[in-house]
């Protein structure tokens, strides 16, 4: 079992930037076989798809609304993924989730029912 654990959220401003980690543990599993994403789910909305790394790094996916202001990547010797987030907007508030999965060349990374182990999530409140 893999276990997830964001940290970094917390209350900004609009236009500020934020740092969310997520680091992995757990027995027996390589961080390095793992695709890796970030999820969010505002109040009262569902969650969606906010941006996804491969298990090498190599390859970066990102939802529309945040191209250009976030960056995800990772560090398989530390078992770390992060996504930094510039020019933050109150959209942007939401809970944000890590979620790794085995590493799947056919897979669709915006789809979280494709992830099999998921963070407890972490709050960023931007505000306006």
């Known amino acids: 079992q893999v276990q997830l654990v964001e940290s970094g959220g917390g209350l900004v401003q609009a236009g500020d930037s934020l740092t969310l980690s997520c680091v992995a543990s757990g027995r027996s599993f390589t961080f390095g076989l793992l695709d890796m994403g970030w999820f969010r789910q505002a109040p009262g909305k569902e969650r969606e798809f906010v941006a996804a790394?491969?298990?090498?790094?190599?390859?970066?996916y990102y939802t529309d609304s945040v191209k250009g202001r976030f960056t995800i990547s990772r560090d398989n010797a530390k078992n770390t993924v992060a996504l930094q987030m510039s020019s933050l907007k109150p959209e942007d508030t939401a809970v944000y989730y890590c979620?790794?999965?085995?590493?799947?060349?056919?897979?669709?990374?915006?789809?979280?029912?494709?992830?099999?182990?998921w963070g407890q999530g972490t709050q960023d409140t931007v505000s306006s």
């Open positions: 790394i491969n298990w090498s790094g190599g390859s970066s």
């Open positions: 979620a790794g999965r085995i590493l799947n060349t056919r897979g669709t990374y915006n789809n979280d029912h494709e992830y099999d182990h």
